[in-house]
């Protein structure tokens, strides 16, 4: 049976099976500890709504996935494959961040989209990327996906009355 347990543990699963992305989480994004470099790359799932209509569930959901901003100075702290940007703060790995994180949110969608459970968990209408820095407050960059997701709702029982 498909529960929200289920469809949760299901991104739970895909993600951790990825090997770009270190941590799965479904917490607030603010409250992430940044200085914990075991933690990143990290993709976080918020479930922003659900629909219960004829023997559907569709669930309005984002998928972000996020690393960590680093600095360097001319001394070169990022390896010399980096493709370096500067901002306010000096230089930073922020367009290598893009470039992975894009990257790995299209490995998890593709594979969502095509996975053996395609019945289960399909994904509607086009995807939405959008990039972020900042947005939290903390030095973490990524994109944050927004995507509709239909999975057969098996309670769904039609009695006529």
Known sequence: MQTYYSFTQFFDNVCSAHPNITTFMMD?????????????????????????????????????????????NNEGLVDEYSTLQWDYRGLTNLNDVWNDTLSTLNDVISFIQRNEESNA?????????????????????GWAAEMVVVMPNEKHIVTGK
């Open 121 to 141: 968990y399909q994904i509607y209408d086009e995807i939405t990327c959008t990039p972020f820095k900042d947005r939290f407050d903390n030095l973490l960059a």
């Open 28 to 72: 607030d994004i603010r409250t992430i500890d940044t200085t914990k470099a075991t933690l990143f790359p990290l993709a976080n799932l918020i479930v922003n709504n659900i629909t219960i209509d004829s023997g559907l569930m569709t669930y309005n959901v984002t998928l972000m996935v996020m690393d960590r901003v680093e600095n360097t």
